[in-house]
């Protein structure tokens, strides 16, 4: 081929020159020489209209050629450079995941994190999912709509943080148990309803076994033929899973609450020897919760008709399961932040409980 202009040779440089860029930095060095304002290609495009018209479209085509394959050289090696930066970049920072997120971390997972996570995986395992309700309720989801009435004496048991009044009379509350989650669940979720609330709950009350902020979690199952051996078979399966051994003996005490009829409260066998509680041993009961079949008047303030739906609730301390599991002997120390209690009875940040994996792992 003929090569009017000693183009070829122009190009055979570039060529190499762009070959042997070892950086973004000489690339664009190269790019400047060839294409830039006073680059050498460019020079001669603006030379062309010296050029006779005959000349001239031959020339002119010859150029904007080279200027076109010089350009797409320069960008395929930009992203070859780029390309071998990243990987060398990926090269050296490679990290390893599985390491503590910060090895001079004093910290671990709160017990009552750890055993939060454990209740979510048992129940998840068993077909509920988690819902959740506000910290700061109104008089009805913590009280009426749970056939707690405004005189009824459950109310004084509740110890109740209340909030300044409002114009129209009304106070909102700091929930007292994770009950209300069960109307906001009928309120929001269509049937059948599965579902565990775990959360926050506050009352006016504070020693030895109480603090004003502890934690519970909910359950609440809603459909059309759910009953009470469901709901038995529901707590045993629980607490074998949680107390990882399936030799938890279970009683069921008739009791009262106002949200349920009828209502059980529910103890597990333990021992006391050497005044360490052991769960699953020996002729002691402990109470671990409170539970029932849901009162008609708490599914119709669930906006359900309860001649048609039916089911069962319980709510259950986690902090008590904390304690009980992990042989935690005082509660007020969950809240203390003391770093040395927190070594002693915390979780390492990776260890998250599965069922395949071992929940206390
Ligand atoms: N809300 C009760 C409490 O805080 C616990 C409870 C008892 C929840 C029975 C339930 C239930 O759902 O059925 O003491």
Redesign the pocket.
Known sequence: MSDPGGLKELQQGFEAAIAAADSEAALEEVRVRALGKKGEISQLMKGLGKLPPEERKARGAALNRLKGEIGALLGRRKQELRDAALEERLKTERVDVTLPARPEAQGAIHPVSHVWEEVVEIFADLGFSVAEGPHIETDWYNFEALNIPPEHPARQEHDTFYFHKREDGSRRVLR????PV?IRAMETRPLPIRVIAPGR?FRCDSDQTHTPMFH?V???VLDESTHMGHLKWTLEEFCKAFFETDNVKMRFRASH?P??EP?MEVDINCSWQGGQVKVGEGDDWLEI????M?HPNVIRAGGHDPDKVQG????IGIDRLAMLKYGIPDLRAFFESDLRWLRHYGFRALDVPTLAGGLSA
């Open positions: 007292t148990h994770t009950s069960q709950t519970q909910e359950a609440l609450f949200f349920t209502s919760l409170g539970s029932g849901v069962f609730a319980f709510g």
